[in-house]
Every structure is written in C-alpha cells, then in structure tokens.
C-alpha cells in the first residue's frame, strides 16, 4: 500500500465464524488487501490477521490502530457487504486527527458495529 508511514493497521479476526459456518475473516483480509491496492487515495494500511479478539458471539471482528490515535473495536462485520463500508471507515481513520474520527456517518452501517475505543 503506497502512503505516508505506513502506520496504519487494521486487524481482522480469522477465527470466529457464525453457527454453522465457516470463519470468513481471512478471505475478508485478502478481499480489503485487493481493495487497498486499487485505491491510491488512502493512507497506507496494512491489513493483519488475528488469531482471535474474543468477540466470538459476533463476528468477524475489526480493529484499527495507529500511532497517536484512538484505537476502535468492532464486531457484526458482514464479509458479504460491508467491503465499502469498511473502507470508507479506513479513509475516516487515515484522515483523522489525534482525537480520532469525528463524523462515522460516511462508514454507513459500521458506526452501529463499534464495540470500543481506547484513546491514544
């Protein structure tokens, strides 16, 4: 991914899965990786599997981080639809200040999914 810094991550759990199905988190990272490339207009992101975020009842889980920004947890990630979201929400982040993200609105759905925020 070309930018600044490249000090933007986002974790993607690959573990927890819905009853009855396959986990989906680790073809979800490798569709968002595919996303980041074709789109210049983003910081740098890199995208990181995670063995597990302990939030198995309601998966796939998501958390963003960066030096000197808050860090956001989220959960209810729907692989299926929410790559645009998903990325929208990584634009917000990349543009935010250290108070981190001020409007999620653009990020649609996801701003219901927020489980945390841990400040920087």
Known sequence: MKGPGMSHVIHICESCARAGQPPEGREF????????EADDGLCGVEVRGAECMNICDDPVSLALRAPGKPAYLFSGIRPQEDLDDVLELLRLYCHAGPKGIT?????????????GRVPA
Do not use: Q
């Open 29 to 36: 990272a490798e569709a968002l990786r595919r996303a980041l």
């Open 103 to 115: 409007d999620a609105r653009p990020a649609g759905r996801l701003r219901f999914c927020l489980v």
